[in-house]
């Protein structure tokens, strides 16, 4: 999924445990593993490709810098995005931290995906596996890429929903 649906319901979920940070984005963390087995529809990112092997690697092309910096852009408006639309859902002044921990938590296995095809570094090999080829959705969505995006957004407004029902009944 995008960065902003896992920033929203990983903030909303560590919501559940607000005066435990640590349990909070463990929670969060969770999360995005629980988004990514859903089938869903991701933007392109121009840098990266699949190599013969179903891996993925930078592509080998003349303007891989142009390419990577406007993937960065993308990524990073993502994310900002995810995490300002959290601050805006799930501020609560009590704990003014928990919306960003939860949104972070969320986002994180991302980022961590981001430095393992970076690195290629053996200790996140193992993470890398289990995110992308265990859990990860092998399913795509063949629709238009707002369409994919759009059916993301509706799945976690339901999911969110679903959270905040739960959190209503047992207070």
């Known amino acids: 999924m995008t960065l902003i649906p896992h920033a929203l319901f990983g903030a909303a979920v560590a919501s559940f445990v607000p005066s ?8 969060a963390f969770a999360s995005h ?3 990514d087995a859903i089938p869903h529809k991701d933007y392109e990112l121009r840098s990266i490709q699949k190599s ?8 080998q092309a003349v303007d891989l810098t ?11 408006a993502d994310a900002l995005a995810g995490i300002a639309l959290s601050f805006m859902f799930f501020f609560n002044p009590a704990e003014p931290w928990l ?3 939860g949104a972070i938590g969320g986002i994180l296995p991302d980022f961590v995906k981001f430095l393992y095809i970076l690195s290629k570094n053996k200790a996140l090999k193992y993470f890398d596996h289990l995110h992308y080829n265990v859990i990860h959705s092998k399913r795509v969505f063949s629709v238009p890429q707002q369409v994919g995006v759009l059916i993301q957004y509706v799945t976690v407004s339901i999911l969110i929903l679903g959270v905040e029902v739960v ?3 047992i207070s």
Do not use: E, I, W
């Open 33 to 35: 593993f629980v988004l």
């Open 20 to 27: 435990h940070p640590v349990a909070a984005f463990g929670v």
């Open 99 to 101: 919306f960003l921990v």
């Open 66 to 76: 142009y390419r990577f910096v406007m993937d960065v852009l993308t990524v990073s």
């Open 52 to 59: 013969k092997d179903n891996r993925l690697q930078f592509v």
């Open 167 to 169: 959190k209503y009944m």
